[in-house]
């Protein structure tokens, strides 16, 4: 049985049990600060189980993309060692909100397993909870397992939890016993056993509680069920493999991999095996995140990423110096399309984006190896522990990107640990040097707010000043009745016009007001359904105060412009540079929009000139804009555009349309017609990263001021040139080639100079230990290169040639490549250090700054050459 087809029999049981299809969610889990990546099948419900979000279905069934390869679930070391750990796979499950709980869970576990797949009911076993007597009971009493098949086991691998925080609660595990042959072969292996013998295949996950910041557990308001079951695994028993990797699902990349190697996967050595399955599964999970809009970078779910592919980088120079790891996406594409398209609608931003991040490193890999294999030999050498110290494995990491994944894996393969303590303790201190520090929780108060039933209604989108009553005021995360004036504090009121950053667009700016007192607006916060506002509080104030809210209405009107202008710009560059165009960012602010997104090809000025023209046009069209609120299925299906990095309610969106044109899920606030946003102006385009662009516009007020300013420019320059406006260019440039020429003659006439003069100065020059040697010095000459380059052509030798002026003193060294055998211009820079030189250079060259003339500078040099 494929996979295909174990994925369709998995969909139709649970079909045929009323749960709704939903699709895999995104690997970028959606406003979810605990995970980096999506790791699990219920991280989309994660909201329902806390019954924060309601949805039309309680029953559900999913196969969910996760990636755990950081933070608390993170294999990655593991992959390419053992025949099971991936850091992508897919997550199949079923899920229960406040419907069925133990009982069904495991029954229909058992069903779909022995009667759906026909797995053999005499090699299953399971575990559960050591505390879990309902689900002991329920395997013995009514699935009918005898009690030697059932095994108590601790919180280590009974107890789930999605991460340090959020639901959790007992589970309980089906395996497949693989028999004596596999594992550890110890008559008394069980399930719990580290090796493959017994193998899981299903965790049912009875989601009980809320465990919070402090460790403690807090019961659930409505119990559910989670259950999650690896393709890969459960593929793996019904194809009788012995590895996750000889499945269909890995082996068309295994097979590719052979082609570009010419190295057999199943006949090759352990080592040559766990090249092939880190490169196997390493394309799996580098591909789908940077489908998802993962992006490569130094911290968080980028520095992860990076980590991937570099980990695969260095794999695959154990089978080839070719580098052959983006050619693995397109196989991926191929097997993967039918079931997520997203992969074949990326898969030049992905190749693109592979092939950048593995050139980019490959110096660094060669380099930060030797560095490594020169620390082990040392140590060898020295008969020292085989330890690699954590201020090594730190230089490593920031000085050539070797992620400490990287330098456990070489170390290991040499008999070597690393001091992983040792390191993390330099990684705090960098955290600290860059002032980067863990943002504070406020699960407390949101607990708070939760037993008050607090929240806030927006009314921003209709009105900026808003009267309303304070429901909550907190000071330090502490809940008070009142407060005295001068104090500062976070008010929670029954309704805000006050928008809270989010989707791009930045918090508003205003005030508040109490009686004939004003308090400034000094941040804004959400939290849980609550607008927090940050005051100095004006007057006494308490709980029940009326209080009016009041917006900056010029800020705010031009942060709706710019808002919309985004859409606009979006839609604009989808239709000129096509569909290719993809969102992965953005700032709203009243002053500018910035927009970044994924396109492979460069974008040329004709190009930008038409998607402005379009913007443009549609904002003379002055079309009104439509909002309205929609299911996100029913949104999707019409093409609404959603952005990979929002948390949506499946029940509810808002799409902002501007008909005939864009049409986006936002929850943002908007002009009421494009008329209203004036103009628009593109003034920047750059690129981020390989396939990742960013512009920045202007719109309104600001676009009309850069319009005005330029045309003074422009205005000046013409009477300044004497030319009319549209002939500025043109006599500009014929004044750069004026100059260019003069420039051109001067340099000329200064070489002509200094070849009259290069005989007199080699003259001058002495032999130290059979090396001509000339000490220069000249007052006020810009050309001091070209003089030393002179002085070495038209004899050989050793050249220094200093230029005093009143702003500084430079220098220039010079060894003719006959004798640079003899003059080792790296040390002769590290001595001109001593001497107060800053500088550097390559190969026979070395130019640089003096601070001050050292007494007898040339004296000096003698002596250092006298000791060749």
């Known amino acids: 049985m494929n996979s295909f087809e174990i994925r369709t029999k998995f969909f139709d049981f649970f079909k045929k049990l009323d749960h709704e299809v939903v699709p895999s969610s995104s690997l970028i889990p959606a406003q979810d600060p605990t995970l980096l990546f999506t790791n699990a099948g219920m991280n989309q419900f994660k909201d329902v189980f806390l019954s924060k979000e309601k949805r039309s279905y309680s029953r559900a069934v999913s196969i969910q993309k996760c990636i755990r390869a950081g933070g608390k679930h993170n294999d990655l070391e593991n992959v390419g060692f053992t025949r099971r750990?991936?850091?992508?796979?897919?997550?199949?499950?079923?899920?229960?909100?406040?419907?069925?709980?133990?009982?069904?869970?495991?029954?229909?576990?058992?069903?779909?397993?022995?009667?759906?797949?026909?797995?053999?009911?005499?090699?299953?076993?399971?575990?559960?909870?050591?505390?879990?007597?309902?689900a002991y009971k329920i395997w013995q009493e009514i699935v009918g397992l005898s009690s030697s098949k059932i095994f108590k086991l601790g919180e280590a691998d009974n107890f789930w939890q999605m991460g340090e925080t959020g639901p959790c609660g007992p589970c309980s595990e089906i395996y497949i016993d693989r028999g004596?042959?596999?594992?550890?072969?110890?008559?008394?292996?069980?399930?719990?056993?580290?090796?493959?013998?017994?193998?899981?295949?299903?965790?049912?996950?009875?989601?009980?509680?809320?465990?919070?910041?402090?460790?403690?557990?807090?019961?659930?308001?409505?119990?559910?069920?989670?259950?999650?079951?690896?393709?890969?695994?459960?593929?793996?028993?019904?194809?009788?493999k012995e590895s996750v990797y000889e499945t269909d699902l890995f082996m068309p990349i295994i097979k590719k991999i052979e082609q570009l190697t010419g190295i057999n996967y199943l006949s090759g050595s352990e080592k040559v095996k766990s090249a092939f399955r880190v490169l196997a599964d390493h394309i799996r999970s580098s591909s789908f995140a940077i489908a998802d809009g993962a992006v490569p970078s130094n911290e968080g779910r980028g520095y992860v990423l990076r980590k991937i592919i570099r980990r695969a980088l260095m794999f695959s120079k154990k089978l080839t110096e070719k580098n052959i790891f983006p050619e693995l996406a397109a196989t991926l594409s191929e097997y993967f399309a039918p079931i997520y398209p997203e992969i074949r609608n990326?898969?030049?931003?992905?190749?693109?984006?592979?092939?950048?991040?593995?050139?980019?490193?490959?110096?660094?890999?060669?380099?930060?190896?030797?560095?490594?294999?020169?620390?082990?030999?040392?140590?060898?050498?020295?008969?020292?522990?085989?330890?690699?110290?954590?201020?090594?494995?730190?230089?490593?990491?920031?000085?050539?990107?070797?992620?400490?994944?990287?330098?456990?894996?070489?170390?290991?393969?040499?008999?070597?640990?690393?001091?992983?303590?040792?390191?993390?303790?330099?990684?705090?201190?960098?955290r600290l040097r860059s002032g980067k520090k863990c943002d504070s929780n406020d699960m407390g108060v949101q607990e708070f707010l939760d037993h008050k039933a607090i929240a806030t209604e927006f009314t921003g989108y209709d009105?900026?000043?808003?009267?309303?009553?304070?429901?909550?005021?907190?000071?330090?995360?502490?809940f008070v009745d009142e407060v005295s004036a001068g104090t500062e504090c976070f008010i929670i009121t029954e309704q805000s016009p006050f928008y809270v950053e989010c989707g791009g667009q930045v918090s508003d700016q205003g005030y508040i007001q109490v009686d004939d007192k004003q308090a400034r607006l000094i941040a804004l916060k959400k939290i849980n359904k609550t607008i927090a506002s940050l005051i100095q509080a004006p007057v006494d104030l308490k709980v029940g105060s009326r209080v009016i809210l009041v917006v900056d209405s010029p800020s705010r009107i031009n942060t709706m412009k710019n808002h919309t202008a985004t859409h606009l710009l979006q839609a604009g560059l989808i239709e000129i540079l096509g569909k290719g165009v993809r969102q992965s960012g953005s700032v709203v602010e009243p002053d500018y929009l910035r927009f970044d997104f994924t396109y492979l090809d460069s974008i040329n000025?004709?190009?930008?000139?038409?998607?402005?023209?379009?913007?443009?046009?549609?904002?003379?069209?002055?079309?009104?804009?439509?909002?309205?609120?929609?299911?996100?299925?029913?949104?999707?299906?019409?093409?609404?555009?959603?952005?990979?990095?929002?948390?949506?309610?499946?029940?509810?969106?808002?799409?902002?349309?501007?008909?005939?044109?864009?049409?986006?899920?936002?929850?943002?606030?908007?002009?009421?017609?494009?008329?209203?946003?004036?103009?628009?102006?593109?003034?920047?385009?750059?690129?981020?990263?390989?396939?990742?662009?960013?512009?920045?516009?202007?719109?309104?007020?600001?676009?009309?001021?850069?319009?005005?300013?330029?045309?003074?420019?422009?205005?000046?320059?013409?009477?300044?040139?004497?030319?009319?406006?549209?002939?500025?260019?043109?006599?500009?440039?014929?004044?750069?080639?004026q100059l260019k020429a003069s420039n051109d003659e001067i340099k000329n006439l200064r070489k002509e100079v200094y070849s009259a003069k290069i005989n007199e100065w080699a003259t001058k020059s002495k032999v130290i230990k059979h090396i001509p040697f000339l000490f220069l010095e000249l007052n006020n000459v810009s050309d001091i290169e070209q003089i030393a380059e002179m002085l070495v052509n038209n004899k050989p030798g050793f050249y220094f040639v200093i230029n005093k002026s009143a702003e500084s003193i430079s220098f220039m060294a010079i060894v003719s490549k006959d004798l640079a055998n003899k003059v080792n211009m790296k040390d002769f820079g590290n001595w001109l250090r001593t001497q107060g030189a800053l500088g550097g250079g390559k190969d026979n060259v070395l130019r640089g700054k003096l601070s001050k003339l050292p007494v007898d500078l040339e004296r000096s040099i003698v002596n250092w050459l006298e000791l060749l």
């Open 605 to 737: 000025n004709d190009q930008i000139k038409q998607v402005e023209d379009l913007v443009n046009k549609k904002i003379m069209e002055d079309i009104p804009l439509k909002i309205e609120e929609s299911t996100l299925k029913e949104a999707t299906a019409k093409g609404v555009i959603a952005f990979f990095g929002e948390k949506y309610n499946p029940e509810k969106v808002r799409v902002v349309e501007v008909p005939g044109f864009s049409a986006e899920l936002c929850g943002g606030t908007h002009v009421n017609s494009t008329g209203e946003i004036g103009a628009f102006k593109i003034t920047e385009i750059s690129a981020l990263s390989a396939g990742n662009k960013r512009i920045v516009a202007l719109t309104g007020p600001k676009a009309i001021e850069l319009y005005q300013d330029l045309f003074n420019d422009a205005k000046v320059l013409s009477q300044e040139f004497k030319v009319p406006q549209n002939q500025i260019v043109a006599a500009i440039k014929k004044q750069r080639d």
């Open 85 to 134: 750990h991936l850091t992508f796979f897919e997550m199949m499950g079923n899920f229960s909100f406040g419907d069925y709980f133990k009982k069904e869970a495991i029954v229909y576990a058992w069903d779909f397993l022995t009667k759906e797949l026909g797995l053999p009911k005499e090699k299953l076993v399971v575990s559960v909870y050591k505390d879990d007597e309902d």
């Open 463 to 478: 009105e900026h000043v808003t009267s309303t009553t304070i429901k909550a005021i907190l000071i330090n995360d502490t």
């Open 346 to 430: 990326n898969l030049k931003l992905i190749v693109a984006t592979l092939t950048s991040e593995t050139q980019k490193f490959e110096h660094n890999l060669v380099h930060g190896q030797n560095i490594l294999d020169k620390y082990i030999h040392d140590r060898l050498a020295a008969n020292l522990d085989k330890v690699i110290s954590g201020d090594q494995a730190f230089k490593l990491y920031d000085t050539y990107g070797f992620p400490l994944e990287l330098t456990k894996v070489i170390a290991q393969e040499n008999g070597f640990s690393v001091d992983v303590d040792s390191f993390e303790a330099n990684m705090e201190e960098q």
């Open 180 to 240: 004596g042959n596999f594992g550890c072969e110890k008559d008394r292996c069980t399930p719990g056993c580290s090796c493959d013998r017994f193998l899981e295949i299903w965790n049912l996950v009875f989601m009980e509680f809320d465990k919070q910041p402090d460790g403690s557990l807090k019961s659930l308001k409505s119990k559910g069920i989670d259950t999650g079951m690896g393709l890969e695994r459960l593929t793996t028993v019904m194809q009788n």
